[in-house]
Nanobody
Framework: QVQLVESGGGLVQAGGSLRLSCAAS????????MGWFRQAPGKEREFVAA???????YYADSVKGRFTISRDNAKNTLYLQMNSLKPEDTAVYYC????????????????WGQGTQVTVSS
């Protein structure tokens, strides 16, 4: 019902910035809450940020003050602006969509993108 495609990952030095995008298609984008998750090798999938359909925003403690989630419903696109990047931010970043309400929980999400790699060097 919803297709998600992430872009914007890459290699950046510590302290640098990246902006991730997630393009959605298939269903009415504005009907879904959206989230960003990340997964590093050997670690569990980790909640990063989420934004509800009417704009409620949630962040993991590890990224508060550094990352900003936003959405542009007219463009069917979700964004994650990442500033002051740290090596521990290195992971594959996934966007996801849900019509449920527990937005910090990965199992809440019904639709997932393929991921985009973010690598932060020391």
């Amino acid at each position: 019902q919803v297709q998600l495609v992430e872009s914007g990952g890459g290699l950046v030095q510590a302290g640098g910035s990246l902006r991730l995008s997630c393009a959605a298609s298939g269903r009415t984008f504005s009907n879904y809450a959206m989230g960003w998750f990340r997964q590093a090798p050997g670690k569990e999938r980790e909640f990063v940020a989420a934004i509800g359909r009417i704009g409620a925003i949630y962040y993991a403690d590890s990224v508060k003050g550094r990352f900003t989630i936003s959405r542009d419903n007219a463009k069917n696109t979700l964004y994650l602006q990442m500033n002051s990047l740290k090596p521990e931010d290195t992971a594959v970043y996934y966007c996801a969509a849900t019509d449920r309400i527990s937005l910090r929980v990965a199992s809440t999400y019904d639709y997932w993108g393929q991921g985009t790699q973010v690598t932060v060097s020391s």
